[in-house]
C-alpha cells in the first residue's frame, strides 16, 4: 500500500485551517486575479447529481465591486421602503462594505431543466463548491466569509446575477488579504454530534 500519510495531513490541516475572516479586518492589497481563478477551479470538482453542476459565479472587483454596492443599496432602499422597514443604517452598510473587499463572488444555484434534481440536492452541490473556494482561499492565508445577508434572498435581484425564477442566490463570498492573527478554532468534540448504532 503506497505511503499517502503526507497528501492526508495536508489535507487535515487544509480542512481545519479553514476560517471566516470579515472585510473589516482586510487589507487594501489586493487578492491575484490567479488566486480567485484557482478558487473557481476548485469549485468545478463539488458533487453534482447528473453532472448538472448548478453552480453559477458572478466575481465582483475592481469598478464591479462600486457596481454591486450600489445595486444592492438601492434595491434594499426600494423594497424597504415599499415595506416600511427602511434602515439608514443597513443601506450605508450595503453601499459601503463591498468597497472593503479585494473581490466578491455572487453564489449562484442554476436549475437545469433537463434533469429532475430535487433543488435541495442542487443547493447541497452548491455548497460543495463554496467549500472547495472556502479551502483553497484558506490554504493561501486569504480571507473569506459566505454572507446571506443583502439582497441575497429577495426574487427581484436575481435577473442582476443571471439567474431566473426558478433559480437561487445563495449569498456571496467576500474575499480579501488579511495582516490580522489567523482565527483560532471554536468547534466543539465531534463526539458530542454523533450516534454510533452498530446493532
Not at 463539488?46 to 438601492?74: I, M
Request: charged share 30%.
Amino acid at each position: 500500500m503506497a505511503d499517502n500519510s503526507q497528501e492526508i495531513l495536508t489535507l487535515k490541516n487544509s480542512i481545519q485551517n479553514r476560517r471566516s475572516v470579515y472585510p473589516v479586518a482586510f487589507t487594501e492589497e489586493r487578492v491575484d486575479d490567479s488566486i480567485i481563478n484557482e478558487m473557481l477551479e476548485a469549485a468545478k470538482w463539488a458533487p453534482t447529481h447528473k453532472l448538472t453542476q448548478p453552480w453559477r459565479f458572478s466575481v465582483f472587483s475592481e469598478e464591479g465591486l462600486q457596481k454591486l454596492a450600489d445595486f444592492q443599496s438601492e434595491l434594499y432602499k426600494k423594497l424597504s421602503t415599499e415595506r416600511g422597514d427602511f434602515k439608514g443604517k443597513t443601506y450605508e452598510k450595503l453601499k459601503t462594505k463591498p468597497l472593503k473587499c479585494s473581490h466578491i463572488i455572487a453564489i449562484g444555484m442554476k436549475r437545469d431543466p433537463k434533469e429532475s434534481v430535487p433543488e435541495v440536492e442542487e443547493i447541497i452541490s452548491v455548497a460543495c463548491a463554496v467549500q472547495n473556494m472556502w479551502l483553497t482561499a484558506s490554504a493561501y492565508k486569504v480571507g473569506c466569509y459566505w454572507s446571506t445577508g443583502g439582497v441575497t434572498y429577495e426574487k427581484e435581484a436575481l435577473k442582476f446575477f443571471g439567474l431566473d425564477s426558478e433559480d437561487k442566490l445563495l449569498g456571496f463570498l467576500f474575499i480579501g488579504n488579511t495582516d490580522k492573527k489567523w482565527p483560532q478554532s471554536r468547534r466543539t468534540p465531534i463526539t458530542e454530534k454523533v450516534e454510533w448504532i452498530r446493532n
